[in-house]
């Protein structure tokens, strides 16, 4: 039992026994007995569109409740917190890029890289300077020119929509970062370069990433390789 | 909290034409309620005030309202006419320190001729104790010496010294006209609000005068009497129409008018002007209360506008909301957000609604009056006016509960990906 809380204490993300339905959708649709990704740790999963991904990354970031089973983020089991707290912990400790539209359009891409220190003071509390610098010191590192910054985001083009959302979300290291189809909506060129940066920044701030994605080719700049269709055990078990 | 300002104030921003058109509608309705609520204040506080300083009103039996409209409000006819010697002898009632006799019945191209004493100038008080100014000139002296009230000489453009005529009966088509005895204009009053504006003021002896050679309500035909002959004849009235009557002592006043109501020799009645015109508010008060209950019903139709622009660019909404959440906003937050912005529309609606009435009332407030005489004041908003405000603004916070919901349930089911 020690063991097991230790391994927990070391993971990023410690899904044990975990049961999602959507209300209505009829049947379970994600089952995870077991799935661990280490601190520091850049993983890769890999799985079709429709198998759940969204929604596993959604109940790992606690904006979602599992029906049955435990999810431990960063040592921190999510059941244990109040709706409000589970909120502010993914404020906190959770970063996020999305497949496109990752911006609030009527901010600037500075205000935008802010949100997440407006919603939470402990990412601002790991600033180590004020975190409109930090914020264009990590825009510098996305290649992001500083005349962008203050341009609205909706006349920024994808791909710089893109660094602008992974400059969001490594602002003030959160612990975990989750990045979610980021690279479908670029050319090929663009998805290397777009993953050199990321990676990169991951590296320096020693975050860790979980990296979803149905592309394989992207795959073999990770440490470790998830399909999902191995972890989720959907429609496996024996009934009853 | 400031989060939620600032996202707010961003989005308002970002959607200034919208937002503008939408906070517009509700300012134009707003300007509306408090515009009609300040008219029908002003007009109330106005009317109430026609005639003030009088105690009571004496004129034939009849209902009080009726006695209150034809001799102040000139509006109808007198069933029956006060005699002289009743004059007299309520004017010798102790109590009573002044008396003003009013004779109607003629009429100067629709305006209604008043025969009365020159004292009506020092005695007639309207609004808070005004009294009546002269613009130019001064009451009238000489038998045919006329004064005209403000509208009269406006309308027709009349100054000191030019001669007009009056018609006998009243109303725009007279039936003849006392063409042999013109009048010579005096004085002209200024600007009160009252019926004095609209009317033509003329000694009680003058009223006599022209009618020497009338019987009937006719010219006695062959019958001319040269207007130097006049001053043979008895010019004392015989009958008046009704008597403004001020007493020395505001005590006295019911003693007086039962004094009145029971004089023995001719049925007469004596009303309380205030009370009266509160009684006839009453009636027409409906029809403020109908126009203010419209400007209710537009305010509703414009708050149901801003909950519509919100619940629309919801649609389009719903990724940012879910971005949002992904940062670590509760649907608490999407709920403020939505709420916020929709109570900041409607509150700015107010506002501004609020300034366009001001103005208003600073612009066209003295045309209106001069005009229309239709009080508009501008001001620090009245009590009913906050009421009215602070109304607007709670149906405003309560639509925008409505946004407000509709986002958080969104924000529930999406979470951090739209599913539409």
């Known amino acids: 039992m020690d063991d097991d809380t230790n391994t927990r204490e070391a993971s990023a993300i410690a899904i044990a026994d975990l049961t999602f339905a959507w209300p209505g959708a009829g049947g379970v649709c994600l089952d995870v007995p077991d799935f661990k990704v280490s601190r520091g740790e850049r993983v890769f999963m ?195 | 909290m400031s989060v939620l300002l600032h996202l707010t104030l961003r989005s308002i921003a970002n959607r200034r034409l919208t937002v503008s058109l939408t906070a517009l509608a509700i300012a134009l309705a707003v300007a509306m309620l408090l515009g009609v609520e300040r008219l029908r204040h002003d007009a109330r506080e106005g009317f109430a005030q026609t005639i003030s300083g009088t105690d009571l009103i004496v004129g034939a039996r009849s209902g009080a309202v009726q006695l209150l409209l034809y001799s102040v409000f000139h509006i109808g006819d007198a069933t029956n006419n006060v005699s002289w010697h009743s004059i007299e002898a309520i004017a010798e009632h102790p109590q009573v320190e002044w008396l003003v006799p009013i004779s109607l019945g003629d009429s100067h191209r629709g305006f209604r001729v008043v025969g009365t004493s020159a004292e009506f100038f020092e005695r007639y008080r309207y609004g808070r104790g005004r009294e009546i100014g002269f613009a130019e000139g001064r009451p009238f002296s000489d038998l045919f010496d006329t004064v005209v009230g403000a509208e009269v000489a406006a309308r027709f453009g009349y100054r000191v010294g030019q001669s007009i005529v009056v018609s006998h009966g009243a109303g725009e088509v007279a039936f003849a006209d006392h063409d042999d005895r013109p009048f010579t204009i005096v004085g002209i009053l200024e600007r009160t609000g009252t019926p004095v504006d609209r009317s033509v003021f003329v000694s009680l002896e003058a009223i006599e005068a022209i009618h020497v050679d009338w019987v009937g309500g006719a010219r006695i035909p062959g019958v001319s009497i040269p207007t130097e002959q006049l001053h043979r004849f008895d010019l004392r009235p015989k009958a008046v129409t009704a008597a403004l009557v001020g007493l020395n002592s505001r005590v006295a006043v019911f003693r007086v008018q039962r004094f009145v109501n029971t004089y023995p020799d001719e049925p007469l009645m004596a009303i309380l002007p205030g ?146």
């Open chain 1, 46 to 240: 890999h799985g079709p569109s429709g198998s759940g991904k969204s929604t596993l990354l959604s109940l790992v970031a606690g904006v979602l409740e599992p029906g049955a089973g435990r999810i431990v983020v960063l040592g921190q089991d999510l059941a244990a917190l109040s709706a409000r707290a589970r909120d502010r912990y993914r404020a906190a400790n959770i970063g996020f890029v999305f497949q496109m539209f990752n911006l609030v359009p009527y901010l600037t891409a500075l205000d935008n890289i802010l949100l997440p220190c407006r919603f939470s003071c402990e990412r601002v509390s790991r600033l180590e300077v004020p975190a409109p610098a930090e914020a264009r010191r990590l825009a510098e590192r996305l290649d992001l020119e500083a005349g962008l910054l203050d341009r609205p985001a909706s006349e920024l083009s994808v791909g710089q929509q893109q660094r602008v959302a992974a400059a969001r979300a490594l602002i003030g290291r959160p612990g975990l970062v989750i990045a979610d189809e980021p690279t479908s909506a670029l050319d090929a060129d663009r998805q290397q370069r777009f993953l050199d940066l990321l990676l990169a920044e991951c590296d320096a701030a020693g975050t860790t990433l979980l990296f979803v994605s149905h592309d394989h080719r992207l795959s073999r700049r990770f440490e470790r390789l998830v399909e999902l269709r191995d972890i989720n055990h959907v429609g496996r078990r024996a009934p009853g």
């Open chain 2, 275 to 420: 009370a009266t015109l509160q009684q006839l508010w009453s009636v027409i008060g409906v029809v403020e209360r109908a126009l203010l209950a419209v400007s209710a019903i537009v305010v509703l139709v414009g708050l149901a506008g801003l909950v519509a622009v919100v619940i629309a660019s919801l649609g389009e909404r719903r990724r940012e909301l879910a971005i949002l959440r992904a940062m670590g906003a509760s649907p608490a937050h999407v709920f403020g957000l939505l709420a916020l912005e929709s109570a900041l529309i409607g509150l700015i609606g107010c506002g501004v609604g609020f300034a366009m009435v001001q103005s208003g009332a600073l612009l066209v407030g003295p045309w209106l009056e001069a005009r229309h005489g239709l009080l508009l004041s501008a001001g620090w908003p009245s009590h009913g006016e906050w009421m009215l405000l602070g109304a607007v603004m709670s149906a405003a916070f309560v639509a925008s509960l409505v946004p407000g919901f509709r986002a958080y349930r969104y924000s529930l089911a999406d979470g951090m990906s739209v599913r539409i």
